[in-house]
């Protein structure tokens, strides 16, 4: 267990600290983000459509293309240099190296989303007050899940020609449930409804993560066989 | 309500022709692979 | 000629005419479904599309759930027999799921008042179709058979672990806003005249997908054994 963690965090170190040098994903993801905030406000009837009633779908959908948007870049690094051979050559566990690479993923679709959030409040005129704790809990819970099947189709992607089109077209469907149930409990938090409201949902959020992220890690290693 | 029972046959016909077209279409473009093959 | 290839030229024609005998009786369910078949009171005649479209709902997930497990299967045996199978049974899902949602707007106009709707089983399909299609993108895109194996294995499986958390959240989604909308079609009070018609179609969508499955796996086949011949 000790190995494990040790090896999938040298992995995700590895990751973010080549990130942290170049930062141009980080930043184009989080251009991205502002971009996808702003056509939403004006891809409305405003006299229909409030800002307030179109907050909840925004921000989820905004969290859901940049975070889709920042898997991309999961594997391009090694492909491009084709380092991938010498990640598998080295002795560790392939399910280490995904966890490695998933919490990498998973960090930098966080601060993508992080960047996001101010934005949105500052966008759609949003009152956070009491509902903050939630939405960020509700962010995490549906970021971590999607995110672990979004890093095994990088993988596989990553190989294809027409990556940047396969991976949203495979793992959109994939992102339903936890947009479903974002959107559903930033809308209830938003308008003060009651925690008992909120929990069914969130049951399903950590149902979904529960079994994504271990199916995923179990699947992984079948990916990197030779 | 009850309707009249003879309404909107037209949507009816148009299913059950599409159902066909697609079902058969799809056996007979198997079949044709199978006869491009000996 | 190879006693491979001779195997799969058995099989492709057995396929067929297993196809055969479904198309016979998707026949004679278009029979009993438009002549002896009571019209129902409240719909009127297009609910009849009933008998077409909820058995291609039920074949495209019993297509997808197959998928699902041959690639779990193939990432055990590693038998790339598996492999041809869930092929081919992803393509005989597609061909059903296009059915499903063809019909599917046919029978809501007329009956809801709007060519779609949003329900479960509706949603659902739709995911299955992109599914599908994305799974037969992926193998295109993969030369390495062993390669594009055991990612479709790993997408089959991801994608049937998949459905029933959109089923919940879909249904969820409908109970709590509920929509002017909602498709009924298994009342438990089916009278027995629908109920049998039903079941005959059920079963006759059953065998165009053996068929379907058992004809393309032996054009698969075919294929390979072919191409060892060539080579060879």
Known sequence: MGDFLRVAIAVAAKDLRVERRSKTALVSAMAFAALVLMIFNFARDAAALSREMLAPSALWITFAFSGVIALNRSFALEREHGALDGLLLAPVSRGALFFGKYLANLTFVLTVEAVALPLFVLFFGVDLSGALGGIVVTAILATAGFVAVGTVFAAMTVRTRFAELMLPLLVLPFLLPPVIGGVQITARLLAGRPMSEIAGWLRILALYDLVFVTLCLLLFPSLMDE | MPVDPSANGGYLVAAYVVTAVILVGYALSLWRRAGKRG | ?232
């Open chain 3, 1 to 232: 000629m190879t006693s491979e290839s001779l195997a799969a030229r058995r099989t492709v024609a057995r396929g067929l005419g297993v196809i055969a005998l479904g198309l016979a009786g998707l026949a004679a369910v278009y029979v009993l479904a438009l002549g002896h078949t009571p019209v129902e009171r409240f719909q009127g005649l297009p609910q009849k599309i009933f008998y077409v479209h909820v058995p291609a709902a039920w074949s495209a997930l019993l297509a997808f759930s197959l998928v699902g497990i041959a690639g779990a299967l193939y990432l055990w045996l590693r038998d790339p027999r598996l492999d041809l199978f869930a092929e081919s049974t992803a393509e005989a899902g597609l061909v059903f799921s296009v059915v499903m949602l063809t019909t599917g707007p046919l029978w809501g106009k007329p009956v809801w008042g709007t060519w779609w709707t949003w329900d479960a089983r509706l949603t659902l399909t739709l995911m299955l179709f992109f599914l599908f299609l994305g799974y037969r993108a992926l193998r295109g895109a993969l030369q390495d058979p062993s390669e594009r194996a055991r990612f479709s294995a790993v997408v089959g499986i991801l994608g049937m672990v998949l459905v029933p958390f959109v089923h919940l959240s879909v249904y969820l989604f409908r109970t709590l806003h509920p929509q002017p909308i909602v498709l009924k079609p298994s009342s438990p009070s089916l009278p027995w005249e629908m109920l049998r018609t039903l079941l005959l179609s059920v079963g006759v969508y059953t065998v165009l997908l053996f068929g379907f499955v058992m004809t393309r796996y032996g054009l698969g086949r075919l294929e390979r054994a072919g191409g060892a011949d060539d080579a060879g």
